[in-house]
T-cell receptor
Framework: DGGITQSPKYLFRKEGQNVTLSCEQN?????MYWYRQDPGQGLRLIYY???????QKGDIAEGYSVSREKKESFPLTVTSAQKNPTAFYLC????????????FGPGTRLLVL | AQKITQTQPGMFVQEKEAVTLDCTYDTSDQSYGLFWYKQPSSGEMIFLIYQGSYDEQNATEGRYSLNFQKARKSANLVISASQLGDSAMYFCAMRRTNAGGTSYGKLTFGQGTILTVHP
């Protein structure tokens, strides 16, 4: 089945630790996105990528890093510089034509120990 | 800059009745796309419906329809014949598009509306 997978479902981070969230898609979509959702809030864009080896900062990129070495994969690293990382992280992908509807993965919930 | 406002933090509806979820937007762009997503308690965002700013007819997808009033900058979601499974958080979002309708840039989301369907 085609879709977007995110792992792990839950992730615990210790103070000062970098952690990496995985996002994989087999939809052959060109563009991929990372969003952060805080409780009771809408989504805010962290980073997005429209092509392999290229990515752009979103509204809240500080404390995060990404890579896009393969079309199918867009991992997000939450660095120790991100002082308030506890949130729900959603990955999405879209084609770059027509409506460009973004389709989302199941999300990763990050908690700080 | 784009802004989405959803003024209803929570809505209640009886099963089998229709419900309207409000969405107003603010943008200086001439061409844009409007989206509605459903987020159940599991967390996944499910795409429901899309309306382009130049579309002459209101979008419909099964039980979902979009009441698009461009002059008022509103894009309300109407759910007909509500079902218990419709209970979820609903988000309105928008993106800029070029004149041909292709979107680019980020999705801007509203704060969401929690819909509860009563039996």
């Amino acid at each position: 089945d085609g879709g977007i997978t995110q792992s792990p479902k839950y992730l615990f981070r210790k103070e000062g630790q970098n952690v990496t969230l995985s996002c994989e898609q087999n939809l052959n979509h060109d563009a991929m996105y990372w969003y952060r959702q805080d409780p009771g809030q809408g989504l805010r864009l962290i980073y997005y990528s429209q092509i392999v080896n290229d990515f752009q900062k979103g509204d809240i990129a500080e404390g995060y890093s990404v890579s896009r070495e393969k079309k199918e994969s867009f991992p997000l690293t939450v660095t120790s510089a991100q002082k308030n990382p506890t949130a729900f992280y959603l990955c999405a992908s879209s084609i770059l034509a027509g409506k460009e509807t973004q389709y989302f993965g199941p999300g990763t919930r990050l908690l700080v120990l | 800059a784009q802004k989405i406002t959803q003024t209803q933090p929570g809505m209640f509806v009886q099963e089998k009745e229709a419900v309207t979820l409000d969405c107003t937007y603010d943008t200086s762009d001439q061409s844009y796309g409007l989206f509605w997503y459903k987020q159940p308690s599991s967390g996944e965002m499910i795409f429901l419906i899309y309306q382009g700013s130049y579309d002459e007819q209101n979008a419909t997808e099964g039980r979902y329809s979009l009441n698009f009033q461009k002059a008022r900058k509103s894009a309300n979601l109407v759910i007909s014949a509500s079902q218990l499974g419709d209970s979820a958080m609903y988000f309105c979002a928008m993106r800029r598009t070029n004149a041909g309708g292709t979107s680019y840039g980020k999705l801007t989301f509203g704060q969401g509306t929690i819909l509860t369907v009563h039996p």
